[in-house]
């Protein structure tokens, strides 16, 4: 199965800047075939991003996804407070999917 | 809009059967192209997707699990369950059912929405 390396562990950023989290897959990702999740504590993940770079319905603009094959990167051109939580990519390209270990946004 | 919701019993003896239920409200389980499935979160917050059922009682398994587990749906109720045999402390986490989607390619895609979890606790 497809094994996905989330970077940074943790990112630590203020309000009003700029966050760039990392994928980064054990193989090709076929198809662009990534998702991004935004996790808050106590909550179930929310979907953000899918097709690598389509945004979720309701998800404002300022998150965006780039990225093929092997490297995939999901931006948070301003952060909010509420922006601060756990975030997990997921590739289903390959079947089963498989998910990253997370990146905590503090 | 598609809601879900899980339930089932938080505390299950090691060597049981874990039992769960997925309500699921605003929308029929019977309709659409979905794939409704089972993913579970560990303490360590590792997410694992477990297996799916599509609304022809089709059924897909994670081969790591596909011994120990069942998946399968009631659509008079809108209800899908799962259970899974022979539970071990590895089993302690928070079970969430979604919804799957899947316009092309390797199914399920991504998921949407979730449930909100619950947390089963294997004791010993």
């Known amino acids: 199965e497809i094994v996905l390396t989330q970077s940074p562990g943790t990112l630590s950023l203020s309000p009003g800047e700029r966050a760039t989290l990392s994928c980064r897959a054990s193989q090709s990702v076929s198809s662009s075939s990534l998702a991004w999740y935004q996790q808050k504590p106590g909550q179930a993940p929310r979907l953000l991003i899918y097709g690598a770079s389509n945004r979720a319905t309701g998800i404002p603009d300022m998150f965006s996804g780039s990225g093929s094959g092997t490297d995939f990167t999901l931006t948070i051109s301003r952060l909010e407070p509420e922006d601060f939580a756990v975030y997990y990519c997921q590739q289903y390209g390959s079947s089963p999917c498989t998910f990253g270990q997370g990146t905590k946004l503090e | 809009q598609v809601q879900l919701e899980e339930s089932g019993p938080g505390l299950v003896k090691a060597s049981q059967t874990l039992s769960l239920t997925c309500t699921v409200s605003g929308g029929s389980i019977s309709s659409g192209n979905y794939y409704w499935s089972w993913i579970r979160q560990h303490p360590g917050k590792d997410l694992e997707w477990i297996a799916y059922?599509?609304?022809?009682?089709?059924?897909y398994y994670n081969p790591s699990l596909k011994s120990r587990v069942t998946i399968s749906l009631d659509t008079s109720k809108n209800h899908f369950y799962l259970k899974v045999t022979a539970v071990t402390a590895a089993d302690t986490a928070v079970y969430y059912c979604a919804r799957g989607h899947c316009p092309a390619g390797s199914c399920p895609n991504w998921f949407d929405p979730w449930g909100q979890g619950t947390l089963v606790t294997v004791s010993s």
């Open positions: 059922v599509y609304s022809n009682g089709n059924t």
